[in-house]
C-alpha cells in the first residue's frame, strides 16, 4: 500500500512556463512534508516544505500548496528553466522526524528551452 | 565544507558476498539516516542512527542488513549473503538535529550504488 503517490511519472514543459507537480497522500498522521529534487548520479537536494498547520509555502520560484481535506499537495514553479530537469520526489512524514521520510515514486520534469 | 560522503560510488558484490557501505556526515552532523532505492521508485527509509546508537530501524529487513554509526568513523550499512534483489542505490543523509518541522533538514550524500550478480 503506497502512502505517497505521484501519479504522472513525467511532465514537460516548456521555459518561461509553469510546472506543476502533483502528490497524493493516504496517511491522515503525516504531518510535514517535503519536495526533493534529484540529479541523475547525484542524491536527493531538498527543495522546499510545509507543515500542516499551513496551506502555502513559497520560496522563490518555488510554492507548496497543501490541501489537507484532499491530501494532496503540489510544487509550482513558475517561471520554468531548463535547470530545472530533475527527477521531484514528494515525502511526507509524522511528527517532526522528518528523517523517517515517506517518499513517492518521483516526477521527472523535462523543461524545454 | 563537505558534504555527506558515501563510498563507494558503486559496488558489485556476487550472490553470497558480503556489501559494507559507507557514510561520512556532513561535519558536526550526528543524526545519520539510510534509504533505499529500487529502479523506478522512490526513497525507502530504512534506519535512522545517532552516535553508537540505532534509534529507529523499522524499515530494515530483519535477516542480513545491519547497521552502525560509531563514535568514530563513519556509519556503515552492512548486507550480508547479498541477493539479486538487494541490487538499488542506498542514500546515506545526515542533519545536525533531528531532521522535523522549524529544525534542521536532512543532506544526502550522492549513493552507493550496488549490484548484485
Known amino acids: 500500500d503506497q502512502q505517497v503517490k505521484q501519479n504522472s511519472p513525467s511532465l514537460s514543459v516548456q521555459e518561461g512556463r509553469i510546472s506543476i507537480l502533483n502528490c497524493d497522500y493516504t496517511n491522515s498522521m503525516f504531518d510535514y512534508f517535503l519536495w526533493y529534487k534529484k540529479y541523475p548520479a547525484e542524491g536527493p537536494t531538498f527543495l522546499i516544505s510545509i507543515s500542516s498547520i499551513k496551506d502555502k509555502n513559497e520560496d522563490g520560484r518555488f510554492t507548496v500548496f497543501l490541501n489537507k481535506s484532499a491530501k494532496h499537495l503540489s510544487l509550482h514553479i513558475v517561471p520554468s528553466q531548463p535547470g530545472d530537469s530533475a527527477v521531484y520526489f514528494c515525502a511526507a512524514s509524522e511528527g517532526t522526524n522528518a528523517g523517517k521520510s515517506t517518499f513517492g515514486d518521483g516526477t521527472t520534469l523535462t523543461v524545454k528551452p | 565544507n563537505a558534504g555527506v560522503m558515501q563510498n563507494p560510488r558503486h559496488l558489485v558484490r556476487r550472490r553470497g558476498q558480503e556489501a559494507r557501505l559507507r557514510c561520512s556526515p556532513m561535519?558536526?552532523?550526528?543524526?545519520v539516516y539510510w534509504y533505499r532505492q529500487l529502479p523506478e521508485e522512490g526513497l525507502k527509509f530504512m534506519v535512522y542512527l545517532q552516535k553508537e546508537n540505532i534509534i529507529d530501524e523499522s524499515g530494515m529487513p530483519k535477516e542480513r542488513f545491519s547497521a552502525e554509526f560509531p563514535k568514530e568513523g563513519p556509519s556503515i550499512l552492512r548486507i550480508q549473503q547479498v541477493v539479486r534483489g538487494d541490487s538499488a542505490a542506498y542514500f546515506c543523509a545526515s542533519s545536525l538535529l533531528l531532521a522535523g518541522v522549524g529544525t534542521d533538514t536532512q543532506y544526502f550524500g550522492p549513493g552507493t550504488r550496488l549490484t548484485v550478480l
Open positions: 561535519k558536526g552532523h550526528s543524526h
